[in-house]
């Protein structure tokens, strides 16, 4: 039998922290939209407006997370980083993370 301090102890580890990674994942397509990396990269990440604009769907997740973190930061700084710098600052960087993992999860 579990003990109650044990018990309370599993229960508020899994309210605070795998209730809200579980959630943020649920939400990955919704965040997309959101953020509004649909107006540049188009509805799924395989359809960008532009042909300069890459094609987000399939990428590598490790390579969506460090230009997502890099754009944000000012370290890659080309003519589109400039731009979607204005964009990352409205994104965390647990939603990059969540935004690269299912990113990647998606078919090219």
């Known amino acids: 039998m579990i003990s ?19 959630a943020l994942a ?14 540049c990269h ?13 094609k987000l769907a399939g990428q ?7 230009q997502m973190k890099d754009i944000k930061s ?3 700084t080309n003519a589109h980083s400039v731009a979607m710098k204005n964009v990352m600052h409205l994104v965390s960087d647990e939603e990059i993370a969540v935004l690269a993992k299912w990113l ?5």
């Open 26 to 39: 649920m939400d990955a397509a919704a965040l997309y939209h959101e953020r509004t990396c649909i107006a």
């Open 4 to 22: 109650q301090p044990r018990m309370i102890s599993a229960t508020l580890f899994i309210v605070l922290f795998i209730l809200p990674v579980y």
């Open 42 to 54: 188009g509805a799924d990440g395989k359809q960008p407006v532009m042909d300069e604009y890459p």
């Open 74 to 76: 000012g370290y890659r």
């Open 60 to 66: 590598a997740e490790a390579y969506l997370l460090t």
């Open 104 to 108: 990647a999860s998606l078919s090219e």
